[in-house]
């Protein structure tokens, strides 16, 4: 049951069902703590009641209609200065694309309760694949006027496409746009596949939607992992949970034991031994390169 942003007012939002409603989901590598990370749901919520508490001295009663017809920002947590520009600048782009509801992980998801961050983490590829529009925030891809010719290389060297959590969500959707730091349009998925391909690995039939994961081995899948790379050791098996159509309790805390479990859930739930096939070991570690393998284990082997 996700939580949505509601793009008009700023106020979250919660739908049972996802494919019943229409909503933009956003795509992103977090910024790092030392540039001030992300906010999460805790600090739009403290801004969500900062605003309710300041709209309250300023309006009678009378004045607090439901939603409005029209757009008006003031009022709303985008005037609040504390609010980050990504999520202002994520909403505003949505909201003009005529989306009233979007979905950004990083607060729309409450990471203190470990029911609903487990829900989450197991159902993110299937709100990934709901979504009518998912928008691909690239930071470090930045708008150089009079420079357009830096953009494509900017583009390829971005660190979406190294980010573990990132391939789920370019392939889940139907519908990507890609865009620069200051939100401007780079591209979509269907006019850049044979680039996305040849950054990615992922199969060109795979990101135009022509065929499904389920036609593809779990070697193969696994290789376009393989030069991915998350904060937590632990996601680097719980990212690829998706990309595997299974669901399993998450532990952090337990490390490299995580991908274990995938592999044991892989081979019981999956008729492909080719898994076996693809390097030296299975369970997924960092080589002496920094890049993933996997090691071969049987599960309930010593």
């Known amino acids: 049951m996700p ?3 509601n793009t008009w007012t700023g106020e979250f939002e919660w739908h049972p069902d996802p494919s019943k ?3 933009a989901i956003l795509s992103h590598v977090w910024r790092e703590l030392e540039q001030g990370g992300e906010q999460l749901y805790a ?3 403290r801004i969500q009641m900062a605003v309710k508490e300041d ?3 300023s309006r009678s009663p009378a004045s607090n209609a439901a939603e409005p017809t029209a757009y008006h920002e003031e009022g709303t947590i985008f005037a609040h200065p504390g609010l980050s520009n990504k999520i202002k600048g994520f909403c505003q782009v949505a909201r003009d694309a005529g989306f009233r509801l979007a979905w950004n992980d990083a607060c729309c998801i409450d990471k203190s309760s470990s029911a ?3 829900e989450a983490i197991n159902s993110m590829y299937e709100w990934y694949r709901l979504s009518d529009m998912c928008y691909v925030y690239l930071a470090d891809v930045i708008d150089r006027a009079g420079e357009p010719q830096y953009l494509f290389p900017e583009f390829c060297r971005s660190k979406w496409h190294r980010h573990g959590w990132t391939l789920q969500e370019l392939i889940a959707p139907e519908r990507i746009v890609f865009m620069t ?3 401007r349009l780079l591209g979509t998925n269907m006019g850049l596949a044979r680039t996305l ?8 039939d795979i990101l135009i939607g022509r065929t499904t994961l389920d036609s593809v081995s779990v070697a193969r899948r696994m290789s376009w992992a393989a030069r ?3 904060t937590r050791v632990e996601d680097r098996a719980y990212s690829l949970l998706g990309i595997f159509g299974l669901h399993m309790l998450l532990i952090y805390g337990e490390g490299e034991n995580a991908f274990l479990r995938l592999q044991e859930e892989i081979i019981r739930t999956i008729p492909d031994q080719s898994i076996f096939a693809w390097g030296d070991k299975c369970a997924l570690g960092l080589s002496d390169e920094g890049e993933w393998s996997v090691e071969k284990h049987v599960p309930g082997a010593s």
Do not use: C, K, N, Q
């Open 116 to 118: 609903e961050l487990s």
């Open 3 to 5: 939580r949505f942003l």
């Open 43 to 45: 600090d739009v919520l």
């Open 228 to 230: 991915r790379e998350t």
């Open 55 to 57: 709209r309250e001295e």
């Open 181 to 183: 730091r200051t939100w």
């Open 21 to 23: 409603v229409t909503y």
């Open 197 to 204: 391909e040849e950054i990615s690995g992922v199969d060109f």
